[in-house]
């Protein structure tokens, strides 16, 4: 279809649409943005907190007990509810909050032609048919049509994953991989101008599409998964239990009523009533503090999902390296030149055999150099604000153009001396581009790209100023040179010339001239920062497109592939049947990783994957926790991931995954002292019940310890001080945790039968109990503090925890001596012989764990010393 004829389609023209049909087409065709999820609102927020199997457990046994005329109890569990979900709608909206900020604070505006006029509009108001103006450096609002273009070149990498410019032109090209007269949403201008026709907008872009496709892929973290296997197990053993116990009350004759009370007793004692509210706590401070270590953390069970993965899949590109080209080796006329220098900075010495060379005296390098700098279209500039230089265009060539400037080369002198006449942008089939210049009254076609494919079409080779034919394995020998280059990381560009070119085919009988070995640079953290990743059990593998030898090379120097590693080129995926295996994914488009990243996952393998282009985003999407580029990302990675990281750094990461590993120790922690006193409620009242014993503990006085005594103590274990990185574990109860919950839950209901047993006044014993067990929830606290570490170690550390013990000491007097709480609580004074009864049989919890943690660290150094001997 010609322009007239899109023109005509969509009824506009070359001074674009008035305001008036401008804002018609809006109301049809709809903002030009990628649909997302509608926020909730508060009410539907708040609602949501309910829609837990755990709180349906507590829902029903407050319906229960208000049937029983248990209003007092029934209005206390219905209270601890709406708190619960209060403090989630609260976190919930502030995340909403976050984003919705965060989107305002990235949206764009491009300038358009309305009513003959050039205005700024943002970029959700464009609509078919509309005129924008393109210019360097902006990013494109739509997908358009060309009607101008003025040596347009563009960056489709995040929408093609193709690396390197791709230049436009009004003339579709049939045989090109991308279409030359168009532009799509979301790509980047890199250099020149034009105009262009908005064909489509919002989802019918091609990058909508790609949206579409991610809101299809289902994807679920980690915590969810064990929450909801934690939720289930719950439910299941309320179940178990309660038919058991109403079973053994019928056949025993037992009251019905009792036995109704005791059920609810039990379902209320299993439920961890704090544990969301602790978990929605623990990851937002977990938010808090990964933002301070430039992670942006957009959904808070991310945090946790980031300590669990055991694979890392990172891009090169910008994560492992630089993102900075530079050119370090030259080889020419059969001599090796080294170049030295950092970034884009135009200076830097020159050798050859480790002996400081001047560049003047080698007219063979300054001659491949000056045509090197005549076949680029890059720039490069010193920005005040950055202070540093920074290249505009394609990274290779900006390395290209810097290397003539070190050696004292002016690009706009060679210009004018030796003018271009066409330019032939870079072609994906043939993996070069060429630039035709006119050099006096003869012309030169100066050729870059592949040395596999200039090397095969080349017929001569370029010595001592003039061209000579290949000496016998000249080739070969050059090809070994290009092999060893690329065995030292480096990506190779060869360059070739035809003087006098032939019309017809301009490529034909090129001379060869040098091969530059050009270097993105490691991230100076990088080494480390893998190192530490893989100390504590996390494996990174590497996704790149260059060649399986260069990628090697970089591998390598990171400490990311070990020699033996494996490697797979993007086109063995499919018939590689072990993928997992490999370290190295090679030469990998985008379509790649989604294959790459849903294998390790069908190995129940948490993965996390970093990306930033569009291409990126279904990736992203599919990963247990989808990590995108803050700077160098585009908005759909951004949209798609679960983290942003903000400064693109590796070792930002792996920041992260120390964050997220202390948040699920955290996690397991607080689960491990709600669960040891689940169980030793449940104990208490199931062993009681079979002894014959009345209802030991009241289903309000388990709410006070599960939501008050518990509910300062565990939220003062998510304030325990980080420690230091270990391997992960997939499972949220493990069994050392199991062992214990048992060690912990045993002594408890033991001595709170125990003091049950001793005293005669029913209401007298169930305070008595109430306090024992609280008691035994001070203590536990400060035992589940570390797994190996005694209790007594570093014991002002967590000054949260100290004062919360001293707050719910406070509480429990008032529980038991304050007429108010006596009242609700069901309890009556106590004498200080009580207290010392109490404390004294609490204290049995304390040594039983003390005596675990001793035997734990006694064989783990016997472990060592073992090991060591061997």
């Known amino acids: 279809m010609n322009l007239l004829e899109v023109f005509e389609e969509l009824k506009s023209g070359e001074q674009g649409l008035t305001s008036k049909e401008a804002l018609l087409r809006l109301q049809i065709f709809g903002q030009n943005k990628l649909p997302e999820a509608k926020s909730d609102g508060f009410i539907k927020i708040f609602f949501s907190q309910f829609k837990s199997p755990l709180i349906y457990i507590l829902l029903g046994a407050c319906f229960i007990v208000f049937l029983l005329a248990e209003f007092i109890d029934g209005f206390i569990i219905l209270a601890v509810l709406i708190l619960n979900a209060i403090v989630g709608t609260v976190q919930e909206g502030k995340a909403q909050n976050t984003l919705r900020a965060l989107k305002k604070y990235t949206e764009t505006s491009t300038a358009v032609l309305r009513d003959g006029k050039e205005v700024i509009l943002t970029d959700k108001e464009l609509v078919p048919g509309d005129i924008i103006l393109l210019q360097e450096g902006a990013k494109i609002p739509a997908d358009a049509r060309l009607i101008l273009a003025n040596n347009l070149k563009i960056d489709e990498s995040a929408l093609t994953g193709e690396s390197g410019p791709v230049h436009k032109t009004l003339e579709p090209d049939e045989k090109s991989l991308v279409a030359r007269d168009m532009v799509f949403k979301g790509t980047s201008m890199l250099s020149g101008s034009g105009k262009a026709v908005v064909i489509y907008t919002g989802i019918k872009t091609a990058v909508g599409k790609i949206a579409k496709e991610i809101a299809s892929i289902d994807a679920e973290m980690p915590l969810k998964k064990n929450i909801k296997s934690l939720s289930r197990w719950i439910i299941v053993s ?99 030149f080294k170049v030295e220098g950092i970034g884009y900075e135009p200076k830097g010495s020159v050798r050859i055999n480790k002996e400081l060379v001047e560049p003047l005296n080698h007219p063979g390098f300054i001659f491949a150099v000056k045509n090197a700098a005549l076949c680029v279209d890059a720039r490069v500039m010193f920005s005040e604000k950055e ?37 032939f942008p870079f072609d994906y089939q043939l993996k070069m581009r060429a630039s035709l210049r006119g050099i006096g009254k003869t012309s030169t076609l100066i050729v870059a790209g592949a040395p596999e494919n200039i090397l095969s079409i080349s017929e001569k080779v370029w010595h001592s ?137 069908a190995e129940r393998k948490i993965i996390a994957m970093t990306g930033d282009g569009v291409n990126d985003a279904p990736s992203l999407v599919a990963a247990d926790l989808g990590v995108s580029m803050g700077k160098i990302g585009t908005e759909v990675a951004k949209e798609a991931s679960d983290i942003v990281l903000l400064d693109d750094n590796f070792e930002s990461i792996i920041s992260a995954i120390e964050e ?21 409620e449940v104990l208490v009242i199931a062993i009681g019940f079979s002894l014959g014993y009345p209802l030991v503990i009241l289903p309000v006085q388990i709410i006070w310890l599960n939501f008050v005594t518990d509910g300062f103590l565990d939220i003062s274990l998510a304030s325990e001080p980080a420690e230091k990185m270990s391997s ?17 839950a045993v002594p408890m209901a033991i001595g709170a039968l125990i003091v049950f047993g001793l005293e005669p006044d029913l209401a007298r014993a169930r305070t008595t109990v109430l306090l024992t067990l609280a008691v ?94 061997i």
């Open 238 to 336: 309320v179940a178990v239990v309660n038919i058991l116990l109403f079973s053994l009350g019928v056949i025993s004759g037992q009251n019905i009523k009792d036995l109704v009370l005791i059920m609810v007793s039990i379902s209320v004692s299993m439920v961890p009533e704090g544990l969301p509210i602790v978990i929605t706590l623990i990851l937002a401070a977990g938010v808090w503090r990964m933002s301070k270590r430039n992670a942006l953390v957009k959904k808070l069970q991310a945090v946790e999902a980031l300590g669990q993965a055991e694979i890392i899949a990172v891009d090169k590109t910008g994560t492992i390296t630089k993102n900075e080209m530079v050119v370090q080796k030259v080889f020419v006329d059969n001599a090796l």
């Open 387 to 423: 202070k540093q230089w920074q290249a505009r265009g394609d990274p290779t060539e900006a390395a290209l153009l810097v290397l003539s400037k070190k050696i004292g080369l002016n690009k706009d002198v060679l210009e004018r001396e030796s003018p271009s006449i066409v330019e």
């Open 465 to 601: 100023g003039k061209c000579c034919a290949f000496l016998k394995d000249e080739k070969e020998q050059l090809k070994d040179v290009f092999e060893r280059m690329s065995e030292q990381g480096l990506r190779v560009v060869a360059l070739a010339i035809s003087e006098r070119p032939q019309k017809r085919n301009p490529f034909n009988k090129l001379t060869f001239v040098s091969l530059f070995g050009m270097k993105d640079a490691l991230r100076p953290e990088i080494k480390e920062s893998v190192k530490k990743a893989q100390s504590a059990g996390v494996r990174v593998i590497m996704i790149t497109g260059d060649y399986r030898v260069t990628a090697k090379a970089i591998a390598s120097e990171a400490g990311i592939y070990k020699q033996g590693d494996k490697i797979i080129d993007g086109d063995q995926l499919e018939k590689t049947k072990d993928i997992t295996s490999a370290t190295i994914f090679a030469r990998v488009t985008p379509s790649h990783k989604l294959k790459i990243i849903n294998a390790f996952k």
């Open 660 to 680: 997220g590993r202390s948040i699920y120790k955290t996690i397991k922690k607080v689960i491990l002292y709600l669960f040891s006193t689940s169980i030793g």
């Open 728 to 744: 992960a574990s997939k499972h949220i109860i493990d069994p050392l945790m199991i062992l214990r919950m048992v060690l912990m």
């Open 776 to 869: 035994f929830q001070w203590f536990n606290a400060w035992n589940c503090r570390s797994d190996k570490k005694s209790l007594f170690h570093n014991i002002l550390s967590n000054k949260f925890l100290l004062f919360s013990t001293l707050a719910v000491i406070f509480l429990q007097a008032l529980a038991v001596y304050h007429p108010f709480f006596q009242s609700i609580l069901h309890t009556v004074p106590l004498a200080l012989g009580d207290w010392a009864l109490a404390i004294g049989i609490a204290s049995s919890i304390i040594l039983i764990e003390e005596a675990r943690k001793f035997l734990s660290r006694s064989v783990e150094r016997l472990g060592v010393l073992k090991k060591n001997a």
